[in-house]
């Protein structure tokens, strides 16, 4: 087996504390060289299992707030695909709050199940009506009762 370089990441290593962490391994590895090269095997072995089963985490950015999160904590929420096809379950749901539907705009999809969206503010006979369409009404309105 070859080398390896090891990167501590919550410590900071000087030359010599390097250096006597190789001089200790040498020593553990003449000490023990038939039981470490079995025990070496054996780690090598499991490792390769378990990076079968768990394989590592990939950072992802949300469609909408543009913060990045691990896949696992995102959802594919419609039809989207490459940069755009992950978002936080929390931020999809302000966006239909705040759009007023579950439509995406970009793929034109229905959001999965589970989004909701809440009722247009006003409805004029069985017609959803925005604010501007009740303020021309009352416009024409008024100007045929003068």
Request: net charge negative; glycine share 4%.
């Amino acid at each position: 087996m070859g080398d390896h370089f090891v990167l501590l990441v919550d410590r900071l290593l000087t030359e010599s504390t390097l250096e006597a962490a190789i001089e200790s391994k040498n020593r553990l590895q003449q000490a023990m060289p038939s039981a470490n090269e079995d025990m070496m095997a054996d780690i090598s072995s499991h490792r390769m299992d378990v990076d079968v089963e768990f394989s590592p985490r990939k950072l992802v950015e949300c469609k909408i707030c543009h913060d990045e999160d691990e896949d696992s904590n995102m959802e594919i929420p419609c039809s989207c695909c490459g940069s755009l096809k992950y978002a936080h379950r929390r931020c999809i749901q302000r966006w239909c709050n705040e759009k007023g539907d579950t439509i995406c705009e970009i793929c034109h999809q229905q959001f999965k199940p589970g989004y909701t969206a809440p009722p247009p503010l006003f409805h004029y006979g069985g017609i959803p009506m925005n604010f501007r369409y009740l303020f021309y009404f009352l416009i024409y309105f008024i100007s045929e009762i003068f």
